[in-house]
């Protein structure tokens, strides 16, 4: 099993940067694809971004050139950068991973193997 934990989620100006981080307990994150999904009330879940074992990278058109998606093997952490925020980029943020490693990046939540439990971002004046 591989339980995943998301954070850094909260409140912040429209304009404003966030970094989320999505962090593993008992197992490694490094063998793994990982993806960032949100979901705002009322809507679907959506595929943010996503990145491979050698960082292959990918984006929803809605995000590109806001967000970074990254990974750190020594800390076993991948990170979401956010900047340019807007009241629509609220929603619940979700990391998920999926197996195995050598897959390419997607943004389609049902090829995931493995869910957070979330992190709120609120993007408001």
């Known amino acids: 099993q591989l339980q995943l934990v998301e954070s850094g989620g909260g409140l912040v100006q429209p304009g404003g940067s966030l970094r989320l981080s999505c962090a593993a307990s008992?197992?490694?994150?490094?063998?793994?694809?990982i993806g960032w999904f949100r979901q705002a009330p009322g809507k679907e879940r959506e595929g943010v971004s996503s990145?491979?074992?050698?960082?292959?990278?990918k984006y929803a058109d809605s995000v590109k050139g806001r967000f970074t998606i990254s990974r750190d093997n020594a800390k076993d952490t991948v990170y979401l950068q956010m900047i340019s925020l807007k009241p629509d980029d609220t929603a619940v943020y979700y990391c998920?991973?999926?197996?195995?490693?050598?897959?390419?990046?997607?943004?389609?939540?049902?090829?995931?193997?493995?869910w957070g439990q979330g992190t709120q971002v609120t993007v408001s004046s």
């Open positions: 008992e197992r490694t994150l490094n063998n793994t694809v």
């Open positions: 998920a991973a999926r197996e195995p490693f050598y897959f390419s990046p997607s943004l389609n939540a049902a090829s995931y193997d493995y």
């Open positions: 990145i491979n074992y050698i960082s292959t990278t």
